[in-house]
């Protein structure tokens, strides 16, 4: 069991994994590359996520890639759509965003994870993706918040006073599904590997 006590090992640069990532995922991979540089300024990038999901608009499928990157200060999401020719534009075209968001800005990093038969866990634990199930990532650095209200009630169930409304705020900035039936074992592990390194890089 690793040593929580001792210090964090130095990661090496996975820019070329990110680049080879991008370039099998075959979505406009010198947009994506290009965008991504942008934010990523040069700075070595210690762990990614990359995920390529289609969209389906009637009868059209449009893709749609969102990575995740981790540079040593900052937390780098980008992501690429497609779109279909419009009144403005003659043609397809991609639209790119990136956000570079500081290490001390990132208050929340939570996994859920689904584990199928979680009895037989043990044996595959030193390979997590391959018990398959998802994992579902979000991250929340105080751009958005979400407020989800209900109305309040109390315990007699003759009531019926108003009693207002009770809720909780929760940050929510982006939430990324992953699973093993759609991403494979390996974006499963690759979700969970970067979670760690996000958890360990946002707590120093």
């Known amino acids: 069991m690793r040593d929580l006590n001792a210090p964090v090992p130095e990661l090496a640069d996975a820019s070329p994994e990110l680049r080879d990532a991008i370039d099998r995922c075959g979505y406009y991979p010198d947009v994506v590359a290009d965008s991504l540089a942008v934010a990523i300024a040069g700075e070595p990038i210690r762990a990614f996520v990359l995920q390529h ?36 534009i003659q043609a397809p075209y991609a639209s790119t965003s990136t956000e570079a968001i500081p290490l001390d800005r990132v208050n929340a990093v939570v996994v859920n994870r689904v584990v199928p038969n979680p009895a037989g866990y043990a044996s595959v634990r030193k390979d997590p993706g391959s018990a398959g199930g998802e994992v579902v990532l979000t991250i929340g650095w ?29 940050a929510d900035d982006i939430s990324l599904r992953i699973s093993a039936a759609a991403d494979g074992p390996a974006g499963i592990q690759q979700v969970l590997d970067f979670a760690a390194a996000l958890s360990s890089a946002t707590s120093r």
């Open 53 to 88: 999901e289609p969209t389906f608009d009637r009868d059209e499928v449009r893709r749609h890639i969102t990575i995740l990157a981790l540079t040593p200060s900052r937390l780098i999401v980008g992501h690429t759509d497609e779109h279909a020719a419009d009144d403005l």
């Open 142 to 170: 105080g751009m958005v918040n979400r407020i989800d209200l209900e109305p309040a009630v109390c315990a007699d169930p003759n009531c019926e006073a108003d009693h207002g409304y009770t809720g909780s705020v929760a």
